[in-house]
Every structure is written in C-alpha cells, then in structure tokens.
C-alpha cells in the first residue's frame, strides 16, 4: 500500500509561502489515475480539500485558495509538493497529504503536520 | 460548489447499539462518495467508497448507503473503537468533506 510522508516548516511568517513536500513510497506519482492531494484541518475544525495533481501533471484546485496555490510534482524523488503564498493566522492547520488511487476509490491519508503561521 | 451536511453533528450511543450518520449534498453525486473515521490527532481513515463499498480491512459492522444526494453510515453494534469522529466526502467534482459528526460514549 502506498505510504505518504509530509515534511516542511512548522512555522511561517505571515505574508509569506508556505512549503510542504510528501514523500511517496510503495508507489509512483506517475501512475495514471492516482490523484496526488493536499487536504488541511484547521484546528479543531473539519476537512477542507486544497488541491491535486494527477496524471502528467494536470492540477485541480479549490476554487477558494486557487490563487494562492501551487502543487507540483517531481517524479525523480517520487514527491509531490504544496506551495502557498501570502499566509495569514487562516492557513494555520495540519496539513494532510493523501492519495485517490483511481476514479472509484476512497482516499488514504499522510500522518499530516501542523503548520503555525504566526510572527 | 457542492456542499456536504451531516446530522448530526453529535451522537451519544452505547457499546452494542446500531448507529446511523446522514450525510446530504447540496445536488445529486450519483454514488461518488466516501467515510472516513477520525480519532483525535490521527489522520482520517478510509472505511467506505463508492458510497457502499467497504474498504478493505474495514470490520464488515461499518456499511454505507444511499445515492444522489442521501447517503448514510451505519455501524451496527458499536465497539469501543468506535468513539470517533465521522466524515462524509463527495468526489463528484471537485471535492467536499462534510462538517463532521462525533460518536461520543453515552
């Protein structure tokens, strides 16, 4: 089964670009039909999808973070990534990394990691 | 944007009873939906897709249902490791997770 690890700061400035990296093994970015996510969990709050990247690098985004909003992919080091621009105290959340393997299936989740922004 | 509305938000029950969570979207997403259980600071797990296909290794108490824009989780006779917190998400377009509804020990 695929396993997901985030890695990345857990402290950014506001007004700056948050970066995360999920490190996938047990399976490949490249694979056709495996949609590469970010999800986040405001603290003590519900789940708010951000994003995927799928395959050859096609990118679908929440509508309400699109402009601030990067996810890329590098199949040499099987990681995808997240990068988000002018943070506020709003983006502060545990950020999950997870995989859809396939149109019909269910997601499974990283460990996730809290990012604080704060100055 | 399709939203997702879970009842209830809070649900008291004991070991052993049947439990029902409903989850309603905003319009109809055929069976493109998916539960996921949540204890505190875990990371969510998958136990249902397709809105009633049991995720593998799922304890076969857990059984999903509905379509269009009804769907509910059942878990019959609740264990122990039940007490947790439930989401629903559609994968119809884009995706949406409802607010959540928390099991919780009577």
């Known amino acids: 089964q695929v396993q997901l690890q985030e890695s990345g700061p857990g402290l950014v400035k506001p007004s700056q670009t948050l970066s995360l990296t999920c490190t996938v093994s047990g399976g490949s970015i490249s694979s056709a039909d495996y949609y590469w996510s970010w999800i986040r969990q405001h603290p003590g709050k519900g789940l708010e999808w951000i994003g995927y990247i799928y395959h050859r690098g096609n990118t679908y985004y929440n509508p309400s973070l699109k402009s601030r909003l990067t996810i890329s992919g590098d199949t040499s080091k099987n990681q995808f990534s997240l990068k988000l621009s002018s943070v506020t105290a709003a983006d502060t959340a545990v950020y999950y990394c997870a995989v859809k393997e396939g149109v019909v299936a269910g997601v499974h989740w990283g460990q996730g990691i809290l990012v604080t922004v704060s100055s | 944007d399709i939203q997702m509305t879970q009842s209830p938000s809070t649900l008291s029950a004991s070991v052993g009873d049947r439990v029902t969570i409903t989850c309603r979207a905003s319009q109809s997403i055929s069976t493109w939906l998916a539960w996921y259980q949540q204890k505190p600071g875990k990371a969510p797990k998958l136990l249902i897709y397709?809105?009633?296909t049991l995720e593998s290794g799922v304890p076969s108490r857990f059984g999903g249902s509905g379509s269009g824009t009804e769907f509910s989780l059942t878990i019959n006779s609740l264990q122990p490791d039940d007490f947790a917190t439930y989401y629903c998400q559609q994968y119809n377009s884009y995706w949406t997770f409802g607010q959540g509804t928390k099991v919780e020990i009577k």
């Open positions: 397709k809105a009633s």
